[in-house]
């Protein structure tokens, strides 16, 4: 049997706590929703040609903008469809100086693209902006506060996706949204922080990866030193010493 390629699950689009809740949740999915009424935010959201002119050709980059909330601009910020949740994750949590009694607590669970469980420090509602320097949307958006590694500063789920009725194209490298008067707001991506991001990631992962599969009896010693420890040597003298010995016939010739 092969294995299960999941995405980011659980949080407040999914996460109901009871099973009752998840089942009638699960029911929804094949009604059909009915049609809103058209109000100013129904607007046509088109990626023309034009759209293509002010970006780099590239293979995988993904969607990264700013956002403005608790009076700072916050970069590195991943627009992520396929997200059922909103993330601020605990270093930004930190860098942002918010307080801990903002915090609620959240029982529900929230999963990785692995599958695995990830740590939840509980969920609170921020005030953000989104804006292209002439027109802007600001909403309260409920992240859940999410201990874990990421070069990101906060994920943008399709649930505030779907609320903002905004529209991501990863070819023509932006978003757009309608505001409240019926303007169109286009954001672009930020190219260079995006690839920036996505090495940060790697390298996250890879530095993760050593630390926590180190062996118990090295507890207390720096990933670094282990790294160093574990390095292949010959056997016999180190390389080192082969080296000194290597340098010193060289300087007698």
Sequence with gaps: ????????????SEGRYTVSQRKKYARAV?????????DVLDVDLVFTKADLRDFVPHDNDTMVISVVTVGRKVHLVLVDQGSSTDVIFWTTFNKLQLSLDLLRPYTGCLYDFAGDQVEVRGHLELRTTITDGVASRTENIRYLVVNASSAYNILLGRLTLKRLRAMASTRHMKMKMPD??????TIKSDQKKAKRCYENNIKTKRWVFMVT?????????????IARERRPEPEGESWRAKLEVGRSSLANR
Aim: cysteine-free.
């Design 1 to 12: 049997m092969h294995g299960e390629v999941h995405t980011i699950a659980g949080g407040f």
């Design 180 to 185: 409240l008067g019926g303007k169109v707001i």
């Design 30 to 38: 094949f009604l059909v929703e009915a049609q809103e009424a058209d």
């Design 213 to 225: 599969t180190r062996a118990p009896s090295e507890e207390g010693v720096a990933p670094a030193e």
